[in-house]
């Protein structure tokens, strides 16, 4: 009896500490990311009204910041800016999962 305890928590703590290191990636789609990761505060709602940020389809909202072009965007939102905390959303995105998901936005955006 003693062993099949034993053997029970060796096991689960096993699969505990396998599960740790486990991280979900995100799809590389512009789509993809927006969805998992810029979605809660560019769609609307309270969140995004609260954080004042610009919602996707809405040129207004997002013209001063189209302006400043794909490169500058993309680096605001990896290293984060005044108005946007560092990678959003997400720790895990990368540079390339950040810049498909502006472009997302400037494609569903675009007049």
């Known amino acids: 009896m003693k062993f099949l305890i034993t053997s029970i928590l060796v096991i689960g703590s096993l699969i505990i500490t396998a599960n740790s290191f486990y991280t979900p990636q995100l799809e590389n789609t512009g789509k993809a990311v927006f969805e998992e990761s810029c979605a809660s ?24 910041f189209f302006e400043k072009g794909l490169t500058e965007m993309t680096k605001n939102v990896f290293e984060g800016s005044k ?8 720790d895990e ?18 007049e």
């Not at 995105?93 to 675009?110: G, N």
């Open 83 to 90: 108005r946007h905390e560092a990678k959003g959303d997400s």
């Open 41 to 64: 505060c560019h769609t609307g709602g309270f969140k995004a009204w609260l954080s004042g940020s610009p919602e996707i389809g809405d040129m207004n909202d997002w013209k001063s």
């Open 93 to 110: 995105c990368t540079e390339e999962q950040i810049k498909a998901a502006i472009e997302y936005i400037m494609a569903e955006t675009s």
